[in-house]
């Protein structure tokens, strides 16, 4: 599971670097589906991720606001910043807690870790779907989601 979360980090860094070339305003334009805009969505994606890592650990909720990262390089850095805690948790992580029950503050139900963290990682690849269909409308080649091919496994 671990390797699936170092995918997503690859390819959200190759998104990064491909949005770099994009008008902050052409990545702040309102779209249908995802959360509004592109920036938006991958502030989502951060804010899901980290929200649900903190749970796990029973850490108190951050808010986080959009409108404080509401550009790409703000955005790299809150997603640079929060992975580094996120890797450190994931460093402890083991199978054995799969099962472990977690409670949050945003929901009365009760849920796995392991569930969780497979939720964060369902998550981000749908949102990055997202990205590819907006990528292509504007004429952009997006970022392969493949995990095939990113070093994850030593041949």
Known sequence: MIKL???NWIIREEWFELLK???????LRNRIGGQGSILNTIFHILDVEYSWICGIQ???E???RF?????LEQLKTLSDSWMQEIKLFLETWSDDFEN???TVPWSEERYTEG???LHIIAHEIHHMGQLSIWAREMGIQPVSANVI???LFVV
């Open 5 to 7: 979360f170092h995918s």
């Open 21 to 27: 070339r994009v008008p902050n305003e052409e990545l």
């Open 58 to 60: 029973g850490k108190p």
């Open 62 to 64: 951050v808010q986080v």
């Open 67 to 71: 409108e404080n990262y509401n550009t």
């Open 100 to 102: 472990d029950i977690v």
């Open 115 to 117: 569930e969780i963290l």
């Open 149 to 151: 091919g990113r070093g």
